[in-house]
Nanobody, 124 residues
């Protein structure tokens, strides 16, 4: 079992930045890929970004490339999501998930372990 725990969400003005953190314990953190997803009210959950087991490969949804950056620190069992130039449409609950794979993946079906989420609200 692994339990991701997100932190770092909050209220920010459009154009601002936030860094989300996700601490994951319970199994060998550095052996598996990690991902970030988000879900706004009334919408389906969508993939944001994924990072492979050692941080050497990342994958983003096209619309967020250049504004969001995923990274990880295996020594701290933590994955991060740096979000810059935030827009009101980035408002959502952001979820961290631990993959069953070593490589990056977009589909939520490859992520058996999920955190409870952290709210990000971007005001205009």
């Amino acid at each position: 079992q692994v339990q991701p725990v997100e932190s770092g969400g909050g209220l920010v003005q459009a154009g601002g930045s936030l860094r989300l953190s996700c601490a994951a314990s319970g199994r060998t953190f550095g052996s598996y890929a990690m991902g970030w997803f988000r879900q706004d009210q009334g919408k389906e959950r969508e993939f944001v970004a994924s990072i492979n087991w050692n941080g050497g490969s990342t994958y983003y949804t096209n619309s967020l490339k250049g504004r969001f950056t995923i990274s990880r620190d295996n020594a701290k069992n933590t994955v991060y999501l740096q979000m810059n130039s935030l827009k009101p449409e980035d408002t959502a609950v952001y979820y961290c998930a631990a993959s069953s794979l070593k490589v990056t993946a977009q589909s939520s079906s490859y992520y058996p372990y999920w955190g409870r989420g952290t709210q990000v609200t971007v005001s205009s």
